[in-house]
């Protein structure tokens, strides 16, 4: 007996697991170095004292009632996962086994725990489920956690006064912010946009970032659509304090979408909800907010029917290019063509490119769509070799860059087999304004073949000469906002009478956009453009209305009906 006493007294001392013994009201009678290792701890600390005096509150009632069971015999053992407070004052995660002890007839009830640290292993786990309910970059919820906490409140506001509110945030033109001053500034950025809608919240409201520059913000038991609507307003205005990245000050917008919890919808539908309205709030011109309405759905399935039309339309080939004469004033006589692409829809007829190219842009068809257009422009030229003159096509940020639109030109002028010379690429200044490095090098590559770039709707961007100098401009379009202010002797024919200056002053060509009538056209020579484009000179017309004479000169024959010459016209 004396043996086993002794062989137990040296596997309690030396045992590689944290072991105690403890009487029948829970005070430690013995620990071993293991023990008091992974708490921390010094046998004084314990011997003597209660076992909850070092266990973490939150474990404290779970662990008196086992113990409780344990003394009734209701448990032969018990093992949980328990934490223990360490002298540090960390917390320590151990696997605690407690059971019965043998004790010697006639002697108290005693208690053998064995502790394990698993620490390492929670901390683990724990990393493991952040992760999976966490945004790495900003530590908000993400979207799993979202839906998962937006579920559970969805399920209880029915039972409250009170509802529910999605607020759904997209940074405007993050990307230019990534691209021209690097992704740790983007990521910079996001952190502290995060920062600011977090501190516009309550307590019981969560924020969470989906990725990219979406942010959702979750209210709970909000009062009513005009009460969502002023948190937004707040968010909204504390996001827009000026931030400082490196030595650029960034001054972030957003454009939002705030959809209210309805009878039975789910989590997935409210937040669908919310982005389809700041969809719309994008479309209207950024930094603005829209709240979803059933409108707002019938015109998202729209596009929806629409983007699947598309996608069989640039297959079919229903969409097709139309080209719009541009014309030297003084004489009047044809010298180029604008590439205008429209719609030949099997039903609806011909449509319009304000119907379907923004459609095009938001499904990132507009690259293959471009595309098509100058292949068929560069064609347009090579298959009239008698006419000596160029052709312009429009071409969208989304082409530049990243979509290596160089490669693409290069391939439809080896196609076709035409000079460089006689392709113009028009971008408008907003655009130009809005492109990054990437896109300026493609732009610059481009022009280095030999292509004309023409800033179109030149007038209505932000810094429209910046947007000059920095770009290797061979032409300007002048609005047509301007041109239709002609003769105010006003505003109208001082920008016009200036932008033309500037053009002779760069060694450029300039192109009026817009003329309709004589009197336009005697202001605009008057103002001293070289060129002009519109109604006037000609509408935009199918390649079978467009005839060369031999001499290089050019006839387009009328349409076939007035209603569509006027519909290819607008």
């Known amino acids: 007996m ?51 005096v070092h266990t973490h509150p939150d474990d404290l009632n779970r662990d008196v009632e086992l113990m409780g069971q344990l003394s009734s015999g209701e448990l032969p053992y018990f093992q949980v996962q328990k934490r223990f407070l360490h002298h540090s004052g960390d917390t320590v995660w151990t696997r605690v086994t407690v059971s019965n002890a043998q004790a010697p007839t006639g002697t108290a009830r005693r208690f053998i725990a064995q502790v394990e640290d698993i620490t390492e292993i929670r901390r683990a786990k724990d990393l493991l489920e952040r992760r999976a309910l966490y945004d790495h970059l900003t530590g908000l919820a993400n979207r799993n956690l979202l839906i998962d906490r937006l579920t559970r409140a969805l399920d209880g506001h029915e039972k409250r006064s009170t509802t529910v509110a999605c607020i759904f945030l997209d940074i405007d033109h993050f990307k230019i912010v990534n691209d021209s001053l690097g992704h740790e500034a983007g990521d910079n950025l996001l952190i502290e946009i995060a920062t600011r809608i977090r501190g516009c919240v309550r307590s019981g409201d969560t924020v969470a970032r989906l990725g990219g520059d979406e942010f959702v913000v979750i209210l709970d038991n909000v009062v009513s659509q005009a009460a969502a609507e002023g948190h937004l307003a707040v968010i909204a205005e504390a996001v827009q304090v000026p931030f400082k990245i490196e030595e650029h000050e960034v001054v972030p917008t957003v454009s939002a979408g705030l959809a209210m919890a309805e009878e039975g919808i789910t989590a997935e539908s409210l937040v669908r ?41 640039l297959r079919e080939g229903e969409l097709v290019v139309y080209y719009q004469p541009v014309v030297e ?27 379907f190219i923004p459609i095009c842009e938001e499904a990132n068809l507009v690259v293959p769509l471009g595309a098509m257009v100058l292949h068929e422009a560069c064609d ?103 041109t239709l202010r002609l003769g105010d002797r006003a505003i109208g024919d001082r920008i016009s009478t200036t932008i033309a200056t500037l053009t002779q002053s760069l060694n450029m060509y300039g192109v009026i956009e817009g003329v309709e009538t004589e009197a336009q056209y005697r202001q605009a020579r008057r103002h001293g453009w070289t060129y002009g484009q519109g109604y006037l000179f000609g509408r935009p017309s199918p390649v079978e209305r467009i005839v060369f004479g031999a001499d290089g000169s050019v006839n387009i024959l009328p349409a076939p009906d007035a209603t569509a010459d006027t519909l290819a016209a607008q």
């Open 2 to 52: 004396a043996d086993e006493a002794s062989m137990f007294a040296l596997a309690f001392r030396d045992s590689p697991i944290g072991m105690a013994i403890l009487d029948e009201d829970g005070r430690y009678l013995e620990v071993n170095g293991t023990f008091l290792r992974i708490i921390g701890r010094t046998s004084r600390d314990l011997t003597g004292h209660y076992f909850g």
């Open 273 to 313: 909800n919310a982005d389809m309205a700041t969809y719309t709030a994008k479309q209207g011109g950024r930094n603005r907010y829209e709240v979803f309405s059933s409108k707002l759905r019938n015109e998202a399935l729209t596009r929806l029917s629409i983007e699947a039309e598309l996608r069989t339309a």
């Open 329 to 355: 004033l003084a004489t009047r006589e044809i010298v180029a063509f604008e590439a205008l692409v429209r719609w030949q829809h099997p039903t609806r007829g011909l449509v319009m490119p304000d119907e």
């Open 380 to 482: 347009f030229i090579a298959r009239n070799p008698r006419f000596n003159g160029r052709v312009f096509v429009n071409v969208s940020t989304r082409q530049i860059g990243s979509a290596d639109l160089t490669r693409v030109v290069k391939q439809a002028l080896a196609a076709s087999g035409i000079p460089a010379r006689r392709l113009g690429l028009e971008i408008t200044e907003s655009g130009m304004l809005l492109a990054t490095n990437a896109a300026h090098s493609d732009l610059a590559a481009i022009t280095n073949l030999g292509v004309d770039l023409i800033i179109d709707d030149f007038g209505t961007g932000y810094s429209a000469l910046s947007s000059v100098l920095q770009n290797p401009v061979s032409g300007l379009k002048l609005a047509r906002e301007f």
